[in-house]
């Protein structure tokens, strides 16, 4: 592929694909958020990328969505063959039969698998941001195991809609408290009380601030396609990239904003959304 | 003038005999089997029951409704959140809102009343006999369950020739909670591998054990707590609604699957 300054290839849609789940979070706002940054770019909502897939091509990725679960977090590549129960209850997903949740999938095999149902188009005038209610992880080579992610940046980006709850890290104290209540017998309504208590310091499910972030992961994934360095270290910019969900409210629901350095580039790429990777 | 009509005690004998003879003799070949009557192997009996499929429950204790008795920590309060109080609605159970989503049910009130469902809707049961191993057929798909009576399992070392008799069905059904035992059965003969318990960095799982309910193996449905096991869920606690939802869930799945090969 030729670099993008030199062809000078320009950004001409995003296609979000919706989540799978029904009832799911209303994409229109990500829509319009994207469409303020980059008023020339053509901004289009989808149905859910991995639905409505039928006859053997459904069970091909029936089975390599059974093959990207991730059953052993310590271990960087997991080459097993699917259980029939795992193919048939992806068919199950892929059909609209069986909602999605629990199960933590390698996010880049996730994206093998849209890129085989879709066919996405080969030219980078489009860019395609995926949201999933499939949790997704990627490997790290630092501390050797699976890690939670909200966002895969690539082509296309996956973006995992209970990842925004689940993969940054509540405080600390949350974890201490609910390891010693659970030690202890605690019920569901405790924990439910617990988990009430610290409300103001990370996002559940259903959260209005859900729809926030989405619209700062999806950004996030317009900067790597144009630009292929998506984050920002400014914990009060929106391509921050936040481990702790302190982080995460910090720079989606209270900043909203970018920093200096990326409001000036977004300004630029408004302007003229060409890629920029060098 | 005595209450009783008269009767003796060879009839009576004679009466049990051939009653359950005749059982017996019906369950050799069913539509599914479904070993573990607890609360989700009871209500995927009952939905199947009641679509005419017939179903046969085989319980290893005498008593049927697993831990569906009693709630945490031996209280017998049972709690279960939305949507599951449309089930207790369905099966006439009455219950108290204990706030928005959550309500509670005396657990002898719900565990009774889902026993004598299943049974009102024509579910055959096999209690104190346990399961032994799978009848398996063409490409090792499940066709039906070998079991033996549960007492045989306490007997002494040196009486070995107790042997288990085998009853064939169209699917059998994994109600056996945590122990997933058909499906260890077929791990057992390398038939499946299991991926053990799910990370426990998701605290939601309720959802994914009544998703996941549905097809383990060819001929083989799992449901309840099973469904954790076989797939490597996060484990959870005793949460009654996932329990009847996923036992729902199963029948769905096994009832598409019955219709589909008649049709």
Not at chain 1, 251 to 274: D, F, I, N, T, Y
């Amino acid at each position: 592929m030729t670099t993008s300054r030199r062809s000078g290839t320009e950004l001409r849609e995003i296609d979000l694909f919706s989540s799978e789940n029904p009832g799911g979070p209303d994409l229109g706002p990500v829509k319009s958020y994207l469409k303020s940054l980059l008023p020339s770019v053509s901004v289009k909502v989808l149905p859910p990328a991995l639905r409505r897939i039928a006859g053997t091509r459904a069970e091909a990725i029936a089975r390599r969505l059974a093959m990207a679960r991730v059953k052993d977090i310590g271990a960087a590549d997991q080459d097993f063959e699917p259980m029939f129960g795992e193919v048939e209850y992806e068919l199950r997903t892929l059909a609209g039969k069986a909602r999605l949740g629990g199960v933590v999938y390698d996010a880049r095999k996730v994206a093998e698998a849209v890129v085989n149902a879709t066919g996405q188009s080969s030219s980078l005038r489009s860019s395609a941001i995926v949201f999933t209610d499939r949790l997704i992880s990627t490997y790290s080579r630092d501390d050797m195991r699976h890690h939670l992610r909200t966002v895969l940046c690539g082509f296309p980006s996956i973006i995992s809609v209970p990842g925004i709850v689940e993969a940054p890290a509540k405080p600390r104290e949350y974890y201490v408290l609910k390891q010693r209540m659970e030690s202890e017998g605690a019920s569901d309504l405790q924990l439910a009380e617990l988990r009430a208590s610290f409300r103001d310091r990370f996002i559940d499910h259903g959260d209005e601030g859900v729809v926030e972030v989405m619209k700062g992961l999806a950004l996030q994934a317009v900067m790597y396609h144009l630009t292929l360095t998506p984050f920002c270290s400014d914990k009060n910019c929106r391509l921050f990239n936040a481990h702790w969900q302190e982080d995460l409210i910090k720079s989606q629901v209270r900043s909203k904003r970018l920093c200096v350095r990326h409001a000036a580039q977004l300004e630029a790429l408004g302007k003229s959304p060409v890629l920029r990777w060098s | 003038m005595p209450i009783f009509d008269k009767s003796s005690e060879s009839s009576v004998t004679r009466a049990i005999i051939s009653q359950f003879a005749k059982d017996m003799e019906g369950f050799a070949e069913t539509d599914v089997i479904i070993i573990g009557g607890g609360p989700s192997g009871l209500m995927a009996a009952r939905d199947l029951a009641l679509k005419k499929v017939k179903v046969l429950v085989v319980e290893r204790n005498n008593y049927l409704g697993g831990g569906f008795w009693i709630g945490g920590f031996l209280m017998n309060t049972i709690t279960v959140r939305a949507p599951a109080q449309k089930i207790l609605d369905e099966l006439d159970i009455k219950y108290k809102m204990y706030e928005k989503g959550l309500y509670v049910t005396p657990g002898p009130l719900a565990c009774s009343k889902l026993i004598a469902a299943a049974c009102e809707a024509g579910v055959s049961i096999l209690n104190m006999a346990q399961f032994d191993d799978v009848v398996l057929r063409e490409k090792n798909r499940v066709a039906g369950a070998v079991i033996n009576w549960t007492p045989v399992s306490a007997l002494p070392r040196q009486i070995t020739c107790v042997d288990p008799v085998a009853l064939e069905s169209k699917l059998v059904i994994d109600a056996t909670g945590h122990d997933a035992m058909v499906v260890k059965k077929l791990e057992e003969r390398g038939l499946i591998k299991t991926p053990g318990f799910g990370a426990m960095w998701i605290e939601k799982s309720e959802d994914a054990v009544v998703e996941h309910s549905g097809f383990a193996h060819p001929g083989l449905v799992v449901v309840g707590m099973a469904v954790s096991t076989t797939f490597g869920l996060p484990r959870m606690g005793p949460t009654f609604g996932s329990m009847l939802l996923s036992g729902r869930q199963g029948a769905r799945v096994a009832y598409d699957h019955l219709k589909k090969k008649r049709d």
